[in-house]
């Protein structure tokens, strides 16, 4: 340096100014090198209990794939596994069978979930469902989603404790209508409260899906009274006229947002709908698609896969035997006929 420093002080102002830039410098190079090490994608926790190690039981290698936003690192890469999902459909829990065939007694649906654990099924929650049907995790090699439909009480008061002691997760589809006190035009058996819906939620083992507002019956589709699904075919409104596509579309479209409406108020965000007797068409498909539901649940006689927007359930039947039979059959067990669910 040729500059000639006038005074000792203009020397010492100057060695300070310097350090100073110098410091700044070191700093600015250190912190990009952090940036740099920070691990790729490490915003996103991964639910570690769904994955499956490879090496244990029931991994398909061909069926691997690699999780969104987990780092590579030394770790070896998430799999997904699994052999599909058997989606089984139950309605009521009670004692008696007499005035409806729906009803499974409460031993019988505990024993429903001990025999299938011990011949090696495993029940799974809504959310593990998700995560597997969306691409994000894997579930066990003989998972089996359990389902009710309609909403009805005895679910709760005969067979929510039976659930908690076992541990054992499910679903529920209620109809949202049901969840009014005020006099139905159609016939149901008790429904569930708020209340009854929100302690199941709040158990961690349920999870809710929608199965229509006002649409679990029948309208008038003419002019002789002929009777039709709501949600799949155009009302008869009188006087020589039928609904537009577009007076059907908006009826659809109402129900929808009451149906979302009514799950909101319990802290649900619904993503599963189950078609009432299995029922759809493009028009509620699409609309429904539109609303944020991204499974529709139909009668069917498989399992399910990653991917599936339509899912297919079969009707689990009244005993244990008829339980297991269809768990066999869904499974390549055994053969036999299955029977959709409604
Ligand atoms: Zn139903």
Not at 63 to 82: C, N, Q
Not at 206 to 230: A, E, I, L, M, N
Not at 277 to 289: E, F, Q, R, S
Request: glycine residues 12%; contains cysteine; charged residues 20%.
């Amino acid at each position: 340096m040729s500059v000639q420093f006038r005074s000792s002080s203009a020397l010492i102002i100057t060695l300070v100014l310097l350090c100073t830039v110098l410091f700044i410098i070191g700093l600015a190079v250190a912190s990009a090198g952090m940036v740099a090490a920070k691990p790729q994608g490490s915003g996103d926790p991964v639910p570690a209990g769904d994955i499956e190690k490879p090496g244990e039981a029931g991994i398909e290698e061909g069926m691997a794939g690699e999780l969104d936003g987990v780092d590579s690192g030394d770790r070896v890469p998430p799999v997904i596994t699994g052999n599909g999902v058997a989606v089984l459909t139950l309605h009521e829990v009670a004692h008696g069978h007499n005035d409806y065939r729906y009803v499974v007694a409460p031993d019988v649906l505990e024993r429903m979930i001990v025999t299938a654990r011990e011949a090696g099924y495993v029940f799974i929650s809504l959310y593990e469902f998700h995560a597997y049907m969306d691409g994000k995790a894997g579930v066990p090699d003989r998972a089996v989603l359990l389902t009710f439909d309609d909403g009805y009480r005895g679910v709760y008061e005969n067979g929510h404790n039976i659930f908690v002691r076992h541990q054992c997760p499910a679903v529920m589809f209620p109809v949202t209508k049901w969840y009014s006190k005020h006099p139905r035009p159609e016939w149901a058996r008790p429904h569930l409260t708020a209340e009854e819906s929100k302690a199941m939620i709040g158990s961690g083992l349920w999870g809710f899906g929608g199965h229509s507002h006002d649409g679990h019956r029948t309208v008038v589709t003419g002019p002789k009274g002929q009777q039709g699904f709501f949600s799949t075919e155009r009302m008869w409104l009188g006087q020589g006229r039928i609904e537009s596509e577009g007076e059907y579309r908006a009826r659809l479209w109402s129900d929808i947002e009451l149906m979302t409406l009514e799950l909101s108020r319990l802290g649900v965000e619904p993503r599963d709908f189950a078609a009432p007797y299995g029922k759809i068409n493009g028009t509620l498909d699409k609309l429904l698609a539109d609303a944020g539901y991204d499974f529709v649940y139909i009668g069917g006689t498989e399992r399910n896969y990653p991917g599936q927007r339509k899912i297919y359930r079969v009707d689990a039947g009244d005993t244990v035997e008829s339980f297991m039979e269809t768990l066999d059959i869904l499974w390549g067990k055994k053969a036999g006929q299955l029977t959709p669910a409604a």
